[in-house]
Protein backbone atom coordinates (compact mmCIF):
# COMPACT_ATOMS: atom_id res chain seq x y z
CA UNK A 1 0.00 0.00 0.00
CA UNK A 2 1.02 3.57 -0.89
CA UNK A 3 1.20 6.18 1.47
CA UNK A 4 1.52 9.83 0.43
CA UNK A 5 2.20 12.15 2.27
CA UNK A 6 2.42 15.57 0.47
CA UNK A 7 5.82 17.17 1.61
CA UNK A 8 8.60 16.16 4.02
CA UNK A 9 6.84 18.05 6.24
CA UNK A 10 3.99 15.95 7.46
CA UNK A 11 4.01 13.00 9.34
CA UNK A 12 1.56 9.89 8.93
CA UNK A 13 0.77 8.26 12.61
CA UNK A 14 -0.04 5.31 12.63
CA UNK A 15 -2.70 4.09 16.07
CA UNK A 16 -1.83 0.82 17.55
CA UNK A 17 -4.46 -1.71 18.41
CA UNK A 18 -6.92 -0.68 15.83
CA UNK A 19 -9.11 -2.41 14.29
CA UNK A 20 -9.75 -1.85 10.57
CA UNK A 21 -7.75 -1.74 7.29
CA UNK A 22 -4.61 0.19 7.04
CA UNK A 23 -5.79 3.23 5.78
CA UNK A 24 -8.22 4.07 8.99
CA UNK A 25 -5.19 3.38 10.88
CA UNK A 26 -3.21 5.67 9.20
CA UNK A 27 -3.77 9.63 10.51
CA UNK A 28 -1.88 12.98 8.56
CA UNK A 29 0.02 14.95 10.82
CA UNK A 30 1.63 18.29 10.64
CA UNK A 31 3.77 17.44 13.49
CA UNK A 32 5.28 14.37 15.66
CA UNK A 33 4.12 15.09 19.28
CA UNK A 34 5.11 12.06 20.82
CA UNK A 35 8.87 12.61 18.90
CA UNK A 36 9.15 8.99 17.72
CA UNK A 37 9.63 9.03 14.19
CA UNK A 38 10.18 5.79 12.42
CA UNK A 39 11.25 6.31 9.00
CA UNK A 40 11.12 3.40 6.45
CA UNK A 41 13.61 3.92 3.41
CA UNK A 42 14.46 1.56 0.83
CA UNK A 43 17.76 -0.19 1.18
CA UNK A 44 19.62 -0.70 -2.12
CA UNK A 45 23.01 -1.25 -0.87
CA UNK A 46 24.96 -4.71 -1.63
CA UNK A 47 22.88 -5.71 -4.00
CA UNK A 48 24.26 -7.60 -7.70
CA UNK A 49 21.94 -6.99 -10.73
CA UNK A 50 19.72 -9.36 -11.32
CA UNK A 51 20.73 -10.87 -14.39
CA UNK A 52 24.21 -10.54 -14.29
CA UNK A 53 25.79 -13.04 -17.15
CA UNK A 54 29.15 -14.16 -17.45
CA UNK A 55 29.73 -13.40 -21.29
CA UNK A 56 32.45 -16.01 -22.81
CA UNK A 57 33.40 -18.21 -19.98
CA UNK A 58 35.95 -17.08 -17.41
CA UNK A 59 35.35 -13.57 -18.01
CA UNK A 60 33.70 -11.61 -14.58
CA UNK A 61 30.75 -10.27 -15.57
CA UNK A 62 30.45 -6.48 -14.90
CA UNK A 63 28.20 -5.90 -11.62
CA UNK A 64 29.38 -8.88 -9.85
CA UNK A 65 31.31 -6.52 -7.61
CA UNK A 66 29.49 -3.38 -8.40
CA UNK A 67 31.16 -1.25 -5.59
CA UNK A 68 34.89 -2.05 -5.99
CA UNK A 69 36.95 0.71 -7.96
CA UNK A 70 40.21 1.27 -8.53
CA UNK A 71 41.76 4.45 -6.82
CA UNK A 72 44.46 5.58 -9.51
CA UNK A 73 47.16 8.00 -8.04
CA UNK A 74 48.20 10.38 -11.19
CA UNK A 75 47.65 7.86 -14.46
CA UNK A 76 48.63 4.58 -12.02
CA UNK A 77 46.49 2.05 -10.15
CA UNK A 78 47.09 2.85 -6.61
CA UNK A 79 44.31 0.22 -4.56
CA UNK A 80 41.17 -0.48 -4.62
CA UNK A 81 38.38 0.76 -2.63
CA UNK A 82 34.25 0.59 -2.09
CA UNK A 83 31.73 2.69 -3.14
CA UNK A 84 29.57 3.55 0.41
CA UNK A 85 27.66 6.04 -0.82
CA UNK A 86 27.23 8.50 -4.23
CA UNK A 87 29.43 10.73 -3.01
CA UNK A 88 32.03 8.06 -0.77
CA UNK A 89 34.27 5.91 -1.16
CA UNK A 90 36.00 3.68 1.59
CA UNK A 91 39.50 2.60 1.03
CA UNK A 92 42.66 2.02 3.28
CA UNK A 93 44.46 4.98 4.89
CA UNK A 94 48.28 3.28 4.07
CA UNK A 95 46.68 4.26 0.22
CA UNK A 96 46.73 7.45 0.86
CA UNK A 97 48.10 9.08 3.64
CA UNK A 98 51.34 10.23 2.26
CA UNK A 99 49.20 12.21 -0.51
CA UNK A 100 46.20 14.14 0.89
CA UNK A 101 46.36 16.51 -1.96
CA UNK A 102 42.69 15.66 -3.68
CA UNK A 103 43.82 16.15 -6.86
CA UNK A 104 46.28 13.75 -7.27
CA UNK A 105 44.02 11.08 -7.23
CA UNK A 106 41.19 9.62 -9.26
CA UNK A 107 38.19 7.24 -8.85
CA UNK A 108 37.35 4.68 -11.37
CA UNK A 109 34.08 2.70 -11.29
CA UNK A 110 32.29 0.54 -12.85
CA UNK A 111 34.84 -1.37 -14.57
CA UNK A 112 36.38 -5.06 -15.03
CA UNK A 113 39.57 -4.33 -17.30
CA UNK A 114 42.26 -1.57 -16.65
CA UNK A 115 42.76 -1.75 -20.37
CA UNK A 116 38.83 0.37 -20.68
CA UNK A 117 40.01 2.72 -18.72
CA UNK A 118 40.10 6.26 -20.15
CA UNK A 119 41.96 8.60 -17.96
CA UNK A 120 38.97 11.38 -18.51
CA UNK A 121 36.23 8.49 -17.08
CA UNK A 122 37.67 8.74 -13.81
CA UNK A 123 35.87 10.86 -10.83
CA UNK A 124 37.89 13.68 -9.41
CA UNK A 125 38.03 13.48 -5.09
CA UNK A 126 36.74 16.72 -3.47
CA UNK A 127 38.32 15.67 -0.17
CA UNK A 128 40.41 12.59 1.32
CA UNK A 129 39.81 11.86 5.15
CA UNK A 130 41.63 8.75 7.25
CA UNK A 131 41.26 7.96 10.53
CA UNK A 132 43.14 10.08 13.16
CA UNK A 133 43.88 7.00 15.20
CA UNK A 134 45.70 5.61 12.30
CA UNK A 135 48.86 4.05 12.92
CA UNK A 136 51.98 4.51 9.43
CA UNK A 137 53.92 1.38 12.10
CA UNK A 138 51.31 -0.98 12.89
CA UNK A 139 48.61 -0.16 10.64
CA UNK A 140 45.80 0.39 13.68
CA UNK A 141 42.86 1.74 11.96
CA UNK A 142 44.24 1.32 8.62
CA UNK A 143 40.65 3.30 7.01
CA UNK A 144 40.33 6.51 4.76
CA UNK A 145 37.50 7.78 3.35
CA UNK A 146 37.18 9.84 -0.44
CA UNK A 147 34.93 12.16 -0.78
CA UNK A 148 33.68 12.54 -4.54
CA UNK A 149 33.60 15.87 -6.51
CA UNK A 150 30.52 14.60 -8.19
CA UNK A 151 28.39 11.85 -6.78
CA UNK A 152 27.85 9.07 -8.80
CA UNK A 153 25.40 7.65 -10.89
CA UNK A 154 24.18 3.87 -9.75
CA UNK A 155 24.05 1.56 -12.31
CA UNK A 156 24.29 -2.64 -12.51
CA UNK A 157 28.09 -1.78 -13.07
CA UNK A 158 28.32 0.40 -10.00
CA UNK A 159 26.35 0.15 -6.59
CA UNK A 160 27.20 0.67 -2.84
CA UNK A 161 27.79 -2.18 -0.73
CA UNK A 162 26.30 -2.16 2.83
CA UNK A 163 27.91 -1.60 5.95
CA UNK A 164 27.84 -4.66 8.82
CA UNK A 165 26.07 -4.18 11.67
CA UNK A 166 28.36 -2.71 15.22
CA UNK A 167 27.63 -6.72 17.30
CA UNK A 168 27.49 -9.38 14.48
CA UNK A 169 28.70 -12.84 15.08
CA UNK A 170 31.17 -13.56 12.25
CA UNK A 171 32.11 -17.05 12.67
CA UNK A 172 35.71 -18.43 12.00
CA UNK A 173 35.11 -19.79 8.34
CA UNK A 174 32.49 -17.56 7.36
CA UNK A 175 32.84 -17.91 3.78
CA UNK A 176 33.75 -14.02 2.00
CA UNK A 177 35.47 -12.64 -0.68
CA UNK A 178 37.95 -10.46 -1.80
CA UNK A 179 38.58 -9.16 -4.94
CA UNK A 180 41.18 -6.73 -6.80
CA UNK A 181 43.98 -5.96 -9.38
CA UNK A 182 46.51 -6.66 -7.01
CA UNK A 183 49.71 -9.12 -7.40
CA UNK A 184 48.61 -12.27 -8.56
CA UNK A 185 52.11 -13.94 -7.89
CA UNK A 186 54.20 -12.39 -4.69
CA UNK A 187 56.95 -12.42 -6.86
CA UNK A 188 55.30 -10.82 -10.33
CA UNK A 189 55.68 -7.24 -9.27
CA UNK A 190 52.79 -6.18 -11.61
CA UNK A 191 48.79 -5.39 -11.07
CA UNK A 192 46.51 -7.44 -12.81
CA UNK A 193 44.39 -6.40 -16.35
CA UNK A 194 41.18 -7.65 -15.15
CA UNK A 195 39.46 -8.23 -12.02
CA UNK A 196 40.42 -11.24 -9.98
CA UNK A 197 37.98 -12.32 -7.02
CA UNK A 198 39.36 -15.24 -4.51
CA UNK A 199 37.00 -17.20 -1.70
CA UNK A 200 38.68 -16.51 1.53
CA UNK A 201 37.12 -17.62 5.03
CA UNK A 202 37.35 -15.71 8.06
CA UNK A 203 40.02 -16.92 10.93
CA UNK A 204 39.44 -15.76 14.53
CA UNK A 205 41.55 -13.25 15.72
CA UNK A 206 42.47 -15.43 18.93
CA UNK A 207 44.01 -17.82 16.41
CA UNK A 208 45.72 -15.65 13.73
CA UNK A 209 46.94 -14.01 16.61
CA UNK A 210 48.84 -17.00 17.72
CA UNK A 211 52.41 -17.32 18.00
CA UNK A 212 52.93 -19.25 14.63
CA UNK A 213 50.74 -16.83 13.45
CA UNK A 214 50.91 -12.79 14.06
CA UNK A 215 51.84 -12.83 17.06
CA UNK A 216 49.94 -10.63 19.04
CA UNK A 217 50.49 -8.16 16.30
CA UNK A 218 46.59 -7.99 15.24
CA UNK A 219 44.36 -5.23 16.99
CA UNK A 220 40.77 -5.28 18.00
CA UNK A 221 40.31 -2.83 14.62
CA UNK A 222 41.75 -5.75 12.42
CA UNK A 223 40.85 -9.41 11.56
CA UNK A 224 42.24 -12.16 9.47
CA UNK A 225 41.09 -14.09 6.49
CA UNK A 226 42.49 -16.50 4.25
CA UNK A 227 44.20 -20.30 4.79
CA UNK A 228 46.64 -21.54 6.60
CA UNK A 229 48.42 -22.96 4.10
CA UNK A 230 49.11 -20.26 2.18
CA UNK A 231 48.36 -20.01 -1.65
CA UNK A 232 45.57 -17.90 -1.93
CA UNK A 233 45.25 -14.57 -0.70
CA UNK A 234 45.32 -10.63 -0.95
CA UNK A 235 48.35 -9.16 -1.94
CA UNK A 236 50.05 -5.49 -3.28
CA UNK A 237 47.46 -3.69 -4.78
CA UNK A 238 44.38 -5.14 -3.73
CA UNK A 239 45.12 -2.88 -0.81
CA UNK A 240 42.14 -0.67 0.15
CA UNK A 241 39.59 -3.07 -1.71
CA UNK A 242 36.39 -4.74 -0.66
CA UNK A 243 36.50 -7.82 1.70
CA UNK A 244 32.66 -8.57 1.57
CA UNK A 245 30.20 -11.25 3.47
CA UNK A 246 26.99 -12.51 2.12
CA UNK A 247 23.94 -12.13 5.44
CA UNK A 248 20.34 -12.84 4.19
CA UNK A 249 20.04 -9.40 3.30
CA UNK A 250 22.96 -7.67 1.24
CA UNK A 251 26.87 -8.17 0.38
CA UNK A 252 28.26 -6.12 3.37
CA UNK A 253 31.84 -4.53 3.86
CA UNK A 254 33.21 -6.50 6.40
CA UNK A 255 36.89 -6.20 5.95
CA UNK A 256 39.40 -3.71 4.15
CA UNK A 257 42.73 -5.38 2.55
CA UNK A 258 45.38 -3.69 4.83
CA UNK A 259 48.55 -5.87 5.22
CA UNK A 260 49.98 -9.43 5.70
CA UNK A 261 53.58 -11.20 6.00
CA UNK A 262 54.37 -11.75 2.52
CA UNK A 263 51.22 -12.68 -0.23
CA UNK A 264 50.05 -16.17 0.16
CA UNK A 265 52.39 -17.21 2.51
CA UNK A 266 51.81 -20.57 4.91
CA UNK A 267 50.30 -19.09 8.17
CA UNK A 268 50.29 -15.62 7.23
CA UNK A 269 46.90 -14.62 6.17
CA UNK A 270 45.69 -12.04 5.33
CA UNK A 271 45.05 -8.99 7.60
CA UNK A 272 42.37 -6.50 6.98
CA UNK A 273 40.79 -3.25 8.77
CA UNK A 274 37.66 -4.56 10.54
CA UNK A 275 34.76 -2.03 9.20
CA UNK A 276 32.72 -2.91 12.10
CA UNK A 277 35.19 -1.82 14.85
CA UNK A 278 35.18 1.54 12.64
CA UNK A 279 31.67 2.18 12.09
CA UNK A 280 31.00 5.41 14.23
CA UNK A 281 33.87 7.54 13.00
CA UNK A 282 32.55 6.39 9.14
CA UNK A 283 28.93 7.56 10.09
CA UNK A 284 30.41 10.62 11.52
CA UNK A 285 32.40 11.31 8.61
CA UNK A 286 29.76 10.60 5.85
CA UNK A 287 27.27 12.09 8.33
CA UNK A 288 24.15 9.81 6.82
CA UNK A 289 24.10 6.86 9.25
CA UNK A 290 20.76 5.83 8.11
CA UNK A 291 21.52 5.74 4.29
CA UNK A 292 23.64 2.37 5.08
CA UNK A 293 23.04 1.43 8.22
CA UNK A 294 21.76 -2.04 8.19
CA UNK A 295 18.73 -3.81 9.82
CA UNK A 296 20.55 -5.64 12.09
CA UNK A 297 22.18 -1.97 13.42
CA UNK A 298 18.81 -0.50 13.77
CA UNK A 299 17.25 -3.48 15.92
CA UNK A 300 20.53 -3.37 17.80
CA UNK A 301 20.25 0.34 18.36
CA UNK A 302 16.39 -0.55 19.20
CA UNK A 303 16.73 -2.67 21.64
CA UNK A 304 19.74 -0.79 23.05
CA UNK A 305 17.70 1.40 23.73
CA UNK A 306 14.74 0.15 25.38
CA UNK A 307 16.68 -1.21 28.43
CA UNK A 308 16.99 0.85 31.42
C1 LIG B 1 50.30 -4.68 0.42
O1 LIG B 1 51.49 -4.56 0.42
C2 LIG B 1 49.71 -5.94 0.91
N1 LIG B 1 48.65 -10.69 1.90
C3 LIG B 1 48.35 -6.14 0.84
C4 LIG B 1 47.80 -7.32 1.29
C5 LIG B 1 48.61 -8.28 1.82
C6 LIG B 1 49.95 -8.11 1.89
C7 LIG B 1 50.52 -6.93 1.43
C8 LIG B 1 47.96 -9.55 2.32
O2 LIG B 1 49.58 -3.78 0.05
Known amino acids: MDVK ?8 QVRPHQEGSLEDMWQVRSSCESHQIVALKCSECGLRPGAARVVG ?14 VYQGSQHHCGGSVLAREWIVTAAHCVHRQLQASSWLVFTGIITRASVRQEDGVSVKKIIYHPLYNDHSLDYDIALMKLQVPLNFSDAIRAVCLPPSQQDLFQGTQCWVS ?17 EVLV ?15 GELTARM ?14 GDSGGPLVCQDKFAWRLVGIVSWGQGCAE ?16 IYDITEDAAEHMSKFEMDYKHTAKKQP
Request: with cysteine; charged share 15%.
Open 57 to 70: GADMPPGRWPWQVS
Open 180 to 196: GWGYTRPDQVQVTETLK
Open 223 to 236: LCAGYLQGKIDACQ
Open 266 to 281: PNHPGVYTNVAQLLPW
Open 201 to 215: PLIGTKRCNSSCMYA
Open 5 to 12: VNDTREFV
